[in-house]
């Protein structure tokens, strides 16, 4: 006698039958790689999955080769000082005889202590450089841009420099656009000046020519711009002649060029406020290019770009670091792109023209924007020349300068 023989033998059948039914078909690997299906789809997935690979395999290796430019470990540069400051020591106070507990009271638990904030040090992904222009005859600096680019707050600083900025040098003509030029193109020697009026020495530079703007420009198929007055300009000397209308304009690389160039019309009259209405207009155009960048989230003929940046402009960046700072450019938010200027007043020695640093201002300014280190920079860490009537004019650091220094303008008049 079977017990229960027959009938497990028959439930298990039709259980197996209905799970059959109940689950539907299930995919038969095997067969379907031996199907005619699998035969009309097999190249064009083999294909696709190759692309995939190689295109995981070129952004690994574009961030593996990508890389920040070297910054300066040390903090905020020292200046002499023409005298020492000699600090009078504060009274000492009485001291009070301490208060035994009694042994019934108990003593209080001793708080956590607070950490103390870092204030020396690098800012992390926190990177300073320099860009410059030659004026037209490529003589002395037209266009002086110290930047910081910060990378963890995802912000771009740009502080336009005047060009005609009072500065301590030896020579003459004491402007910050006759330092590289004075220094026969040393960008070293350059630096060091810079570094007197920014308290600190930038990571990188680059000297941009006239061509190669208009060749990034077309690189990138133009730009769109709200022209702010109607630019009309021709000197046969220079094979310069400007004629662009007032309102919203789509510019190609030569009439953007003529933009970043134009000072003065025809008629002898120019920006109301001299070359501050020309940087304000400089700044404008700039921010305006920066924004078309970023809402095409992407540099057309990227590689182009990065060829005319190489071969055009003068710069201590590698490749590698020309990649990193596109790729965190394009990473920006328009609103973080901000444009700054150096705050000051005019100023005239010896019948020369200088743009004069309102110190205070300034050394806000640096602090907010510019400095890259965690420690804040002062006006003892500044050497800047303020002018003294017949004293000439005073450092920062205590020196005076004589006015006999100055070249006297005047003469040529």
């Known amino acids: 006698m079977k017990l229960f023989g027959g009938t497990g033998k028959q439930l298990h059948s039709g259980n197996a039958k209905k799970a059959g ?27 696709l999955g190759c692309v995939v690979l190689f295109f995981l395999l070129a952004l690994l290796i574009y961030n593996l080769w990508e890389r920040p430019p070297e910054t300066e470990a040390d903090g905020p540069r020292t200046q002499p000082t023409a005298a020492p400051v000699v600090l009078t020591p504060a009274p000492t106070a009485a001291v009070l005889p301490a208060v ?46 110290v930047g910081r680019m910060d990378t963890d707050a995802g912000t771009l600083d740009l502080v336009n420099l005047p060009r005609d900025t009072l500065v301590n040098v030896s020579w003459g003509v004491k402007k910050l656009s006759t330092v590289l030029a004075s220094e026969r193109g040393d960008m070293s020697a350059f630096l060091e000046h810079l570094g007197d009026l920014v ?53 190609n690389g030569e009439q953007a060029v003529q933009v970043l160039r134009y000072r003065m019309g025809n008629n002898g009259t ?12 400089q700044q404008d155009f700039l921010k305006s290019i920066a ?45 973080n792109v901000r444009f700054h200027t150096l705050p000051g007043q005019g100023a005239t020695i010896r019948g020369g023209s200088y743009w004069e640093v309102k110190i205070d201002a300034w050394v806000e300014l640096l602090n907010t924007n510019l400095n890259p280190y965690r420690q804040e920079i002062t006006a003892d860490n500044l050497n800047i020349l303020r002018a003294a009537g017949e004293e000439g004019a005073v450092s920062t650091t205590g020196e005076t300068v004589p006015l006999e220094s100055f070249l006297d303008y005047t003469q040529f008049r």
């Open 100 to 145: 035994t507990p009694s042994p019934t009271e108990q003593p209080d638990e001793t708080p956590e202590p607070t950490p103390e904030p870092v204030t020396s040090g690098r800012r992390e992904n926190c990177y300073t450089f320099v860009i410059l222009a030659y004026d037209q005859m490529e003589a002395n600096t037209d266009t002086i841009l």
């Open 270 to 281: 120019g920006y109301p406020n001299g070359d501050l209405g020309r940087i304000a207009t």
């Open 291 to 335: 924004g078309q960048f970023l809402q095409l989230g992407n540099i057309p003929n990227l590689s182009t770009a990065i060829d005319i940046f190489q071969s055009n402009i003068q710069t201590d960046l590698t490749a590698n670091n020309i990649a990193f700072f596109v790729r965190e450019f394009l990473k920006l938010d328009k609103e």
């Open 21 to 47: 039914e109940s689950g539907g078909k299930k995919l038969d690997l095997n067969a379907f790689f031996h199907s005619p299906v699998w035969k009309k789809l097999r190249v064009p997935l083999i294909a």
């Open 199 to 251: 308290g600190f020495t930038a990571d990188c530079y680059a000297i941009v020519n006239i061509q190669a703007v208009e060749k990034l420009v077309d690189c990138i198929g133009g730009v769109y711009y709200n022209v702010p007055r109607d630019m009309d300009y021709d000197d046969p000397t220079q094979d310069l002649y400007i004629h662009i209308p007032m309102g919203e304009q789509h510019l």
